[in-house]
């Protein structure tokens, strides 16, 4: 069974070596994502990218990074996801974020 709904997807770029409260950064924010009860969540580690610094992070054999693109990308209504604005807000001291309008097709009877 499928449905549609409008939604939003949260995109924060960070990098992988970033940490908050001890622990790796993206892993926090699953947790508080988790713990907030938002829809989704996904981590994606990069191979290739540069941020504000405009340093080349790369997993080319000969140029070996060790502070890959992170990419967490949670998905669930605005309003939802303002709830974990204020934690990003204080341990993203790095990085960026998009929030964009989205069309969220589900699978299966959730």
Do not use: F, G
């Given at each position: 069974m499928e449905?549609?709904?409008k939604g939003k997807l949260l995109r924060i770029f960070i990098g992988e070596t970033d940490r908050a409260g001890g622990k790796a950064l993206y892993e926090l924010i699953v947790l508080k994502a988790k713990e907030l009860h938002l829809a989704s969540v996904s981590v994606t580690r990069g191979i290739m990218g540069y941020g504000a610094d405009s340093e080349i992070h790369t997993?080319?054999?000969?140029r070996l990074s060790d502070d890959m693109p992170i990419i967490v990308e949670i998905i669930d209504t605005e309003e939802n996801l303002e709830t974990i604005l204020p934690y990003l807000d204080e341990w993203v001291k790095d990085g960026f974020a998009t929030l964009e309008k989205v069309e969220v097709i589900k699978y299966g009877d959730r």
């Open positions: 449905t549609r709904e997993a080319k054999i000969l």
